[in-house]
């Protein structure tokens, strides 16, 4: 069965614009998972979905924001971005909370 | 945030020997741990993961040891391969975390041909 499939791979925004990436769970899945990874700080984790509701979320500025949709399906938004933001996001998903979770292949955001 | 990285702790084997990657978890109420396994423009593969009423698990070549009174647990790779080259994670959470993993730093797993 087809994994988590995040889009896009990669993406080149410039300080102070906003970035949407998109994240489709594996088939049946309904929590979602956001991650942060950089060098600096590892993986972080940014909030996550479960049936359209927020259920926990991470130390990260409001700047960050997340949605899913009835299909499970799920978005994560940054506004006003900054260059501390480049970084790999991870998109992960489970049918329970936080067992057995499997990871898309991730999208790269520069911030320029 | 909740998991600092630093400088990535590197592990260099032969192929062919065992390997043993260590991680300190922090919460003593985390009561669910995985080992994840990251190469480069990857995202985490699952490995293996214990509950904590269990102090060994083992799957296809790895073991997974878990000392809670030390807040310890390792990863054991039976006959390392260079396939097996690899960043590796150990994640820690516990019930009602609403899907947070809370991750280690990290450890470079780099194996000699």
């Known amino acids: 069965k087809a994994g988590v499939t995040q889009t896009p791979r990669y993406l080149i925004k410039t300080r102070g614009q906003q970035v949407t990436l998109s994240c489709s769970p594996i088939?049946?899945?309904?929590?979602v998972s956001w991650y942060q990874q950089t060098p600096g700080q590892g993986l972080q984790f940014l909030f996550e979905?479960?049936?359209?509701?927020?259920?926990n979320k991470g130390n990260f500025p409001g700047r960050f924001s997340g949605r899913q949709f009835s299909n499970s399906r799920s978005e994560m938004n940054v506004s006003t971005l900054e260059l501390g933001d480049s970084a790999l996001y991870l998109c992960?998903?489970?049918?329970?909370?936080?067992?057995?979770?499997?990871f898309g292949s991730g999208t790269r955001l520069t911030v320029v | 945030g909740e998991s600092v990285g630093l400088h990535l702790p590197t592990l260099s084997v032969q192929e062919g020997d065992n390997s043993i990657i260590n991680c300190a978890y922090s919460?003593?109420?985390?009561?669910?741990f995985i080992w994840y396994k990251q190469e480069s423009g990857k995202g985490p593969q699952f490995i293996i993961d214990?509950?904590?009423?269990?102090d060994k698990r083992q799957g296809q070549r790895v073991t997974v040891l878990l000392n809670k009174t030390v807040k310890h647990l390792s990863l054991q790779i039976a006959a390392t391969q260079p396939g097996d080259s690899a960043v590796y994670f150990c994640?820690?959470?516990?019930?009602?975390?609403?899907?947070?993993?809370?991750f280690g730093q990290g450890t470079e797993l780099s194996v000699k041909p």
């Open positions: 992960a998903s489970s049918t329970e909370q936080a067992y057995g979770y499997t």
């Open positions: 919460n003593s109420a985390s009561d669910y």
């Open positions: 214990i509950r904590s009423n269990m």
């Open positions: 979905y479960f049936s359209e509701t927020q259920r």
């Open positions: 088939s049946g899945h309904r929590s």
């Open positions: 994640a820690e959470t516990y019930y009602n975390q609403g899907g947070k993993l809370i």
